[in-house]
């Protein structure tokens, strides 16, 4: 039973589990828009005041194609703030966190000549001037 335990009240465990919840109630928020705002308004355009009631009837079945495509609108709409919300700032964050530092310089400027020389020199090759460490 510790084990159990300890397993439900892992952070993964929890931060998933909240992850569901809100995913449910942010399906349930875009499927009440396509259903009561984006709908009617695709359906102004084409004549119909409402998808839902579209069906055809084949040997006393009733086929909701019109069910069908608010569903379907529904899932583009969640697929697209899934990827402009989630997966474009995610890729973003992880490209930016994956860019190597700098590499430490191998060379420096002499302060006498300005010449480009190695970083350890103790005296310029151009001018002979001594270099401090």
């Known amino acids: 039973m ?3 335990k300890a397993f439900l009240l892992r952070g993964n465990v929890v ?3 909240i992850a569901v919840v809100i995913g449910v109630a ?3 928020v875009v499927t009440s828009f396509v259903k009561d705002l984006v709908t009617p308004l695709i359906a102004a355009l084409g004549g119909k005041p409402d998808f839902s009631n579209l069906y055809f ?3 006393n079945s009733k086929f909701l194609y019109g069910d069908f495509i608010n569903v379907v609108i529904a899932f583009v709409i969640i697929a697209a703030v899934i990827y402009f919300f989630v997966v474009v700032p995610y890729t973003a964050l992880i490209e930016r966190s994956r860019k190597e530092p700098p590499a430490d310089p191998t060379t420096k400027k002499c302060p006498e000549c300005l010449s480009e ?3 350890d020199a103790r005296k310029c090759a151009f001018c002979t001037s001594p270099q401090t460490a």
């Open 26 to 28: 942010f399906g349930a």
């Open 57 to 59: 009837t084949v040997n």
């Open 117 to 119: 020389i190695p970083i």
């Open 15 to 17: 931060d998933l589990a």
């Open 2 to 4: 510790r084990g159990f």
